[in-house]
């Protein structure tokens, strides 16, 4: 993953692949396929993920949860 990893990792087996504990920021993750014959497809695709801050994520998150318990108490 691009802003992330050093190099391309090669994904065999269960093909998942994990990324915990990202820090704050913009990367990158290209991917490509390839079919049951081994054979791969050429052009290859990309995700962009963004990262932000946990502490604007943190009070948003309690934001949100405050203004659907309220109506329940009051």
């Known amino acids: ?10 994904i065999t087996g269960n093909q998942r ?12 993750f290209r991917f490509k396929g390839a079919n049951n014959n081994g054979i791969w497809n050429p052009t290859e695709k990309e995700l962009r993920i963004v990262v932000s801050p946990l502490g604007g994520c943190l009070h948003g998150h309690t934001l949100l949860i405050s203004s659907l318990l309220a109506p329940l108490f009051c």
């Open 17 to 28: 692949i994990y990324y915990n504990k990202l820090p704050p920021g913009t990367y990158t």
């Open 1 to 10: 993953m691009e802003g992330y990893d050093k190099g391309w990792t090669d």
